[in-house]
């Protein structure tokens, strides 16, 4: 075992720290309280490799590791939740799929250009009736005159506003249930196909959150991802890559909250002395960063098993179980260690106390990633 990060690894963490707190750390406040889309910071992360982490060089990517894809989202997160998210969704979810499940065509089509953020790509499974059940689907595609046709809406699809391609799941085969959802690639403009509603919300607020409709929206045979009635097995392998970029991005917003709660503790005087040196608090501390720690381990652990080909189903779930809720906690510690301040926007840890929470839902909720895991437990 090596639990050492790489001079590489720590060079990427260093920058991607630096960056964040130059180009994003200035902004949070204001992108928060407008959800403004940081269009302009996406734009330069993919100019620095950044939205293509994952995938090969040949294919526009920096031909990293999901190792250094955590690092990425853990840093981005630990400065601002909604740029991780942004990243997140357009890297695991949408390019991930194009390049698990897509041909060598709309591989050389769409990886090169959301690698270099010159297309941002949204990820739309989730429907108003369909959520944990996603295999409820009710989007349909039906094939006429050589096309397929789509119809039905999709709800929460994250950048659904900003996005140049859409992966989208719909029903080709009813009767066959979930081996009967077939996956579509939809570039903004086609006929037929438009975002509706963008959602208010408690945090992620700098993230767009939406609705995507399709209105008999035509699309070739050539916008099929992956073969017919694969959709559905597909997302559930794009979900177990996705489940670790939630991970980190529970372990960094963690990370934020708690690197402001002890620096906050140390400047704080009351009763003549800093707060840290009172027990109570050195104990909420303690237990912050070891929480932190473990789920960072976990996190490492299931992206080093995906880095190494291996089925990753049950350790990304505990993961992204384990990271979303320590990081709920950890937050919560971090507003108690600020006091009355935690409640005021400008010391910004209540801005983690809101963010934090989506990491228990996105992505399968905590009581659905309970439901894999003891699947695979009895399983095993
Ligand atoms: C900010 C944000 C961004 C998102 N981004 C995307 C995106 O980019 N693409 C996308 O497709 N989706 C996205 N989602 C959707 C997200 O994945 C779903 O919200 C989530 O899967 C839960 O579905 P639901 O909201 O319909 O809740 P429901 O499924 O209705 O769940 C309600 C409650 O019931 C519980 N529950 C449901 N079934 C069971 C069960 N079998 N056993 C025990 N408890 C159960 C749930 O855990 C939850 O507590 C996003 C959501 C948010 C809020």
Known sequence: MDFELSSEQLQLRRAVREFAEAEIAPHVLAW????????????????????????????????????????LIEELSR???????????????????????????????????????????????????????????????????????????????TNAHYADVCVAMAVTDRAAAQHGISAFLIDAGTPGYRTGRKENKLGMRASATGEVIFENCRLSGSQLLGRAGEGFVDSLRVLDGGRISIAALAVGMAQGAYDAALSYSKQRRQFGRPISEFQAIQHKL??????????????WRAAWLKDHDRRVTRESAMAKLFASEIAVRAADEAVQIHGGYGFIKEYGVEKFYRDVKLCTIGEGTSEIQRLVIARQLLKD
Not at 35 to 53: E, H, M, N, R, T
């Open 32 to 71: 928060d309280e407008e959800q403004i889309f940081p269009l302009a910071v996406v734009k330069k992360l993919g100019a620095l490799g950044y939205l293509g982490s994952i995938f090969p060089e040949d294919l526009g990517g920096a031909g990293m590791g999901y190792i250094e894809y955590c690092i």
């Open 79 to 157: 400065v601002d939740g909604s740029v991780g998210l942004i990243v997140a969704a357009h890297t695991s979810l949408c390019g991930n799929h194009i390049f698990i499940a897509g041909d060598q065509e709309q591989k050389r089509r769409y990886v090169p250009k959301l690698s270099s953020g010159e297309w941002i790509g949204c990820w739309s499974l989730t429907e108003p009736e369909a959520g944990s059940d996603a295999a409820g689907t009710r989007t349909q595609a039906v094939a006429r005159d050589s096309c397929w046709v789509l119809n039905g809406a999709k709800t929460f699809t």
């Open 286 to 299: 303690v237990d912050m960063a070891t929480s932190i720690d473990a789920a960072r381990l976990l996190t």
